[in-house]
């Protein structure tokens, strides 16, 4: 690209035409009709924030930004965020010369600081300025959950992506977070979103989500973020109950009869939700619910187990590679005729095709878990290896433990429950991050046999 030379009377002139420009689109934003900026110009006005000094100019400039990118239309969304990506990385030339002090000048600190300093791309600080804007933090969250849906097909936006997860992680580490109790009192609007934004198992309505809320053996907790005060950024579902349950379904009936809590002796952790696409890879729930777990062991002392009853939506379709492999890792022959059952509709319902299946289905349900991995060798279910990477350990594996169109579509009904042992959370952390080893029950290890022996008795 040819280089571009400016004298100083008509860069000044570009930049007064922008940043008016950006003060009529402030302007129509007020009235309720934003102006929508011409092709290219979101990346001009880019260039004009980070060229301003001003902090009243710079808000109103960023806050131009981001209306003019919302009334965008796609094509100009993407050319934007394209332009992010070939206009706004690092300067060659200031690279350059800061490698040349470090040459010269080895590996002093003002020589690292200016290396540090020029290889930042200009994207990062353009993304801070953004943020000051009123409502900033909420729309560059939106604005990167636009870029997610890019990703596949335009792959050089992936710089962008790792500048955004930068800042991200630094604006919503856990020292930003605030744990609040969601209950039947909470705002309805937040309550709404609980509604809208539960991902493991639907709320059918208001009464659903009252008897998710306001029973005393129910609990809801949520990570709130100062810059976004009515947005659940994670929420996490919990029952209070006698012993670790091994089914949904009994947990969600609202009919049942709720208990003391001073009754219960588990705490089960039933749903886990993120709540913001656009925060995708930044990591809350290891922290919530270790919060969560220390609340409540502080509320009520006589809790002393601490489990999850999770979902398993990888496990069918891994298991349909499996019957369809001519040389499968976890079944034989006489597997694979078995689980022909799962084939027909209604199998469930059959008592005896369901304790035919479960032996073999359970048995490869313990390959999956504590064998199978992906293509860069990690524990293959994405549940497993939230948990697992907690510290958790896999307690016990859940047969026909959620029956609802969807848990048989992705699992064939399994569930599984993984126990967070406060004694053992650390060491089991360690070992899974550094050595890759899986804390699993000697229930569900004796599960695990050989590949001849997967049908054998329950």
Excluded at 48 to 69: F, N, P
Excluded at 216 to 228: E, I, Q, V
Aim: charged share 25%.
């Amino acid at each position: 690209m040819p280089s571009l030379t400016f004298d100083r009377a008509f860069l000044t002139n570009l930049l007064g035409t922008l940043t008016d420009r950006g003060r009529d689109l402030i302007r129509g934003l007020t009235q309720g009709s934003p102006h929508r900026l011409a092709d290219g110009e979101l990346a001009e006005l880019g260039e004009t924030l980070l060229s301003r000094r001003g902090e009243a100019t710079g808000v109103a400039l960023a806050q131009a930004l981001l209306a003019g990118y919302e009334a965008a239309t796609p094509e100009q969304r993407l050319a934007f965020l394209e332009a992010l990506a070939d206009m706004f990385g690092p300067e060659r030339e200031a690279i350059e010369s800061a490698i040349e002090k470090v040459r010269a000048e080895g590996l002093s600190p003002d020589a690292v600081s200016a290396l540090h300093e020029s290889a930042e791309p200009r994207r990062q600080e353009l993304i801070r300025r953004l943020n000051l804007a009123p409502g900033g933090t909420a729309a560059l969250v939106r604005m990167r959950e636009e870029l997610l849906a890019y990703l596949g097909e335009h792959p050089q936006l992936r710089v962008v992506d790792d500048d955004f997860v930068h800042l991200f992680a630094s604006w919503f580490n856990r020292g930003f977070l605030v744990l609040h109790r969601i209950d039947w009192t909470t705002p309805a609007n937040i309550l709404e979103k609980i509604i809208r934004y539960e991902a493991v198992h639907a709320i059918k309505n208001w009464d659903d989500l009252r008897n998710r809320l306001a029973p005393p053996d129910r609990r809801c907790y949520g990570f709130f973020h100062p810059r976004l005060v009515d947005e659940p950024l994670i929420f996490v579902e919990v029952a209070l109950t006698k012993e670790i349950p091994g089914a949904i379904a009994p947990l969600l009936e609202e009919t049942r009869t709720p208990i003391a809590p001073k009754q219960a002796t588990t705490a089960v952790f039933y749903s886990i939700s993120n709540t913001q696409r656009g925060l995708g890879g930044i990591s809350f729930g290891n922290f919530l619910i270790k919060q969560v777990v220390e609340d409540l062991k502080r509320e009520w002392p006589n809790l002393n187990t601490f489990v999850t009853l999770s979902p398993v939506p990888g496990f069918a379709a891994w298991l349909a590679r499996e019957r369809a492999s001519d040389s499968p890792a976890a079944l034989d022959a006489a597997d694979k005729e078995t689980l022909t059952a799962l084939d027909q509709p209604g199998w469930i319902d059959d008592p005896a095709i369901a304790e035919r299946v479960k032996p073999v289905l359970l048995a490869a349900a313990a390959y999956y878990f504590l064998e199978a991995k992906d293509k860069r060798g990690r524990a293959v279910d994405p549940v497993a290896r939230f948990h697992l990477g907690n510290g958790a350990r896999l307690e016990k594996l859940d047969y026909l433990g959620d029956t609802s169109t969807k848990g048989l579509k992705q699992s064939h009904g399994l569930m599984v429950n993984y126990c967070y042992d406060l004694d053992d959370i650390e060491d089991n952390h360690e070992a899974f991050v550094e050595k890759g080893v899986i804390a699993a029950s000697t229930a569900v290890r004796k599960r695990l046999q050989t590949k001849s022996g997967l049908s054998g008795a329950a």
